[in-house]
């Protein structure tokens, strides 16, 4: 078995030469900081595909990163079904939807959104959060919860690929990951922990990583998706 890779490495690799729609792309509230240091991953992203769109529902965060050269990111609302006009091409080739969902009160209506934007062709990839992550887990143990404050849910492998099929897609690739920011990068202790646990136990991993496309005869959503871009 391979060893485990981290999250950015594998977005990259996807997105490479390849048309992209970018969906929840400000990384806000940490925009600012990680556009400073040129960690954003839109950033990223830019230097490696063929052309990229950015979406996102706060505007301020888009116009900030508009002083750090990131001027590709459009307003678009994934449950409103509302975009700004340069997202409603469906020529994409991959949309990214990544560490998004958790964020959502209504994951499946977006999902249902998002395949208003795919073409036959269009792969989506969607990473989560991992419930049973060996971290989550020692956590539970030590009788705590450490979850970002606004996240809706947890996701699961189980639960991720009910939600996934239910809205029309099917999964044509999947695999654990570990967040950029895991101390394996980082420290002696966490290689060695990295290569003794996570690789042989890869369902441990922080991160779920689908690629998904849209079932046969699962075409667009009934309802489309509303042009403009006024988030009212």
């Known amino acids: 078995m391979p060893p485990i890779n981290y999250k950015h490495e594998l977005i990259l690799e996807k997105v490479r030469g390849k048309r992209v729609l970018h969906i929840g792309a400000t990384n806000y509230p940490y925009h ?3 556009a400073k240091d040129g960690e954003l991953l839109h ?4 230097k490696v595909c063929k052309s990229v769109v950015g979406m996102d529902y706060e505007r301020n965060a888009i116009k900030d990163l508009k002083k750090y050269g990131v001027d590709d990111i459009y307003f678009g609302d994934i449950i409103k079904g509302e975009y700004d006009e340069h997202i409603t091409t469906k020529n994409y080739d991959v949309i990214l939807f990544t560490d998004v969902i958790e964020h ?4 499946g209506t977006a999902l249902q959104n998002i ?28 009788r705590e919860e450490v979850v970002h404050p606004d996240h809706r849910f947890w996701p699961s492998k189980g639960t991720m690929d009910v939600l996934l099929s239910g809205n029309g897609f099917e999964v044509i690739a999947f695999q654990y990951c570990l967040a950029p920011c895991m101390p394996a990068k980082k420290t002696i202790r966490g290689r060695v922990f990295k290569r003794l646990v996570l690789d042989a136990f890869q369902h441990t991993g922080h991160t779920l990583f689908y690629e998904v496309r849209v079932k046969p005869g699962n075409g667009p959503a009934k309802h489309g998706p509303a042009s403009g871009d006024d988030k009212s």
């Open 32 to 34: 600012v900081e990680k």
């Open 43 to 46: 950033q990223k992203i830019k």
């Open 104 to 107: 959502l009160d209504n994951p």
């Open 115 to 142: 395949r208003c934007l795919c073409n036959p062709d269009t792969t989506v990839i969607i990473t989560a959060p991992n419930a049973w992550s060996i971290i989550h887990v020692l956590n539970h143990f030590r």
